[in-house]
């Protein structure tokens, strides 16, 4: 709804109320004004033939006071019932007139009681228009009355002739004057009263928007009271921290956001740029940008501290993707480079060690020693090329694949494997879920995975394969080891980064390589059974 709508309909409210308190207030002062009089001439010895016109006047007044609030209820048209009231206050004050004594009557001065009336309630031009209406009213009842048209209200000329022409002209020149004064000073008060409206309709429209963005800004954001109590907490802080309004309202902020550092709340300080985490109540840890201000009111003093904040989880995960995959394009370019200058020497050393071997003249304890240093040098070859597998890895040739296949085929392939012999495979999943996969590449990342559960569970536990399809598709590889601790989870997939005696540190960096490779994601957590859960995320579906 626009402003000058808010207006017309705040406008006709005001009117509305208006005429209810000037029904109420007419009828108030025409009980005491002529039940006063009734009551006067009624203990007088004097025109008590007054006192039945009188409380009829009074009847017809409740009477039309109870019809007109019966009809405010169903007008349309307010101004005209407005006018109407004061056209009934006219002929009402005329006809009391009349019945009083005409020039003598005491009541002439209720004119102006209709005029200021009308000063309040219609425009200075109908205010001024009102006031004619009286003046001829007054006029031609005094006329009536000079020239006897009136001897049935027993109505006479009673006063001398000059009395009925200065009543007529003093009368006439009050109501004017108090048509154009009241009017004059009621339409500066509806001005002041509309600006005084509008401001008000600016000020609620003004905080209607602030706190509609408020509530939909992308950050965080919280005030703190000089107690260091929160007294404020937007939509976007609720969902990034999972608490509510309800539940942080006037709680220590140091106790709901201990990882966060606000300095003085007293004498708060800008705060541009800082880092600090949350804890949110399902145990997550959520890392949080925020940024402080000092909150000043309107005249200046001091409210406390303005807190804005962000998660930055996602970014600092993507942060560390980008550090690892700088890492690993430097690797790539180390091993470019050496590759051909460690395997010819390597091959030449192996080679000569293999012809002194052949020797019949060389002694045993020298062929002991040769055969470990060709051995050492088969290891360092093979060391060499799964590093240059992970260092340049193929170009996955994707094909739309039954996932449960290549599962099934790995589990056979397993069974055959002495070293999970003593170890129980559980495959949770069902057929007919379709992914673009090389897979050959899918096969080696998922081998890699189960021997480095196997060697975690020392060859006894429990290894379970799923599949889950709920928007993207992800494959999970569990196991009951001992799982993988937060200090170094951050780490496991960097290359040569190993927790093994004799691991080369290549295995899971190489599945995280053909993860990557497909466009997919490769995550670890803590499992149902305290162990390490992999789950290879794929965008679902056929692409």
């Not at 207006?7 to 009117?15: G, R, T």
């Not at 060697?455 to 379970?464: H, V």
């Amino acid at each position: 709804m626009t402003t000058p709508e808010i207006l017309i309909n705040q406008q006709v409210k005001a009117d509305s109320r208006s005429l209810t308190w000037y029904l109420i207030c007419r009828t108030a002062v025409i009980t005491l004004l002529l039940g006063g009089a009734a009551i006067f001439f009624l203990n007088g010895s004097v025109n008590r033939t007054l006192i039945p016109p009188l409380f009829f006047l009074i009847g017809a007044s409740y009477a039309e006071a109870l019809v007109s609030a019966v009809l405010l209820k169903k007008i349309s048209s307010i101004n005209l019932f407005i006018q109407m009231q004061i056209v009934w206050d006219l002929l009402f004050v005329s006809a009391l007139i009349v019945m009083t004594g005409g020039v003598e009557s005491v009541f002439s001065f209720a004119y102006l009681l209709v005029i200021v009336s009308a000063s309040f309630l219609l425009s200075r031009r109908l205010t001024i228009f009102a006031s004619a209406c009286a003046v001829i009213l007054y006029g031609g009842i005094l006329d009536l009355q000079f020239f006897n048209y009136l001897n049935f209200f027993n109505l006479f000329r009673s006063v001398p002739d000059g009395s009925f022409f200065s009543a007529i002209f003093v009368h006439g020149v009050a109501f004017f004057l108090t048509a154009i004064l009241s009017g004059t000073l009621a339409e500066r008060w509806r001005h002041s009263e509309e600006q005084l409206q509008r401001k008000t309709i600016d000020y609620a429209e003004l905080e209607k928007m602030n706190r509609t963005i408020l509530s939909h800004i992308s950050s965080g954001l919280m005030l703190i009271n000089l107690q260091g109590r929160i007294r404020s907490f937007n939509r976007a802080a609720a969902d990034i921290t999972g608490l509510s309004l309800h539940d942080v309202y006037d709680q220590a902020a140091v106790e709901i956001f201990p990882g966060l550092s606000f300095g003085s709340i007293t004498a708060p300080q800008s705060l541009n740029r800082a880092e600090g985490y949350f804890v949110r109540q399902t145990d997550e840890k959520l890392v949080l940008g925020y940024a402080t201000t000092p909150a000043k009111g309107g005249h200046g003093e001091n409210l406390g501290m303005l807190v804005t904040f962000q998660d930055l989880t996602q970014l600092k995960k993507i942060e560390e993707d980008f550090k690892r995959s700088d890492r690993l394009a430097a690797v790539g370019r180390l091993a470019a480079g050496m590759a051909h200058e460690i395997r010819n020497p390597l091959a030449s050393i192996s080679g000569s060690v293999q012809m002194l071997m052949e020797n019949e003249h060389t002694p045993p304890d020298d062929r002991r020693l040769m055969g470990i240093v060709i051995k050492e040098a088969d290891r360092l070859n093979g060391l060499l090329t799964d590093f240059l597998e992970f260092a340049r890895p193929k170009q996955p040739v994707k094909e739309p694949i039954d996932v449960a296949s290549i599962m099934d085929r790995l589990v056979d392939m397993l069974a055959t494997d002495h070293r999970f012999k003593d170890i129980e495979i559980k495959q949770l999943y069902a057929d007919g879920i379709i992914l673009n996969l090389d897979q050959g590449q899918i096969l080696q990342a998922l081998w890699d995975l189960a021997i480095n559960a196997a060697e975690a569970m020392q060859g006894r536990g429990q290894l379970t394969f799923a599949i889950e399809e709920q928007g993207d598709s992800a494959i999970m590889v569990e196991d009951t080891g001992p799982g993988i601790s937060d200090e170094i989870k951050g780490r496991i997939f960097e290359p040569f980064f190993s927790t093994k005696e004799h691991g080369t540190g290549l295995g899971l960096a190489s599945v995280y390589s053909v993860i990557e490779s497909h466009g997919g994601t490769l995550t670890v957590d803590r499992g149902s059974s305290g162990g390490a859960r992999f789950i290879l995320q794929f965008v679902g579906g056929e692409n």
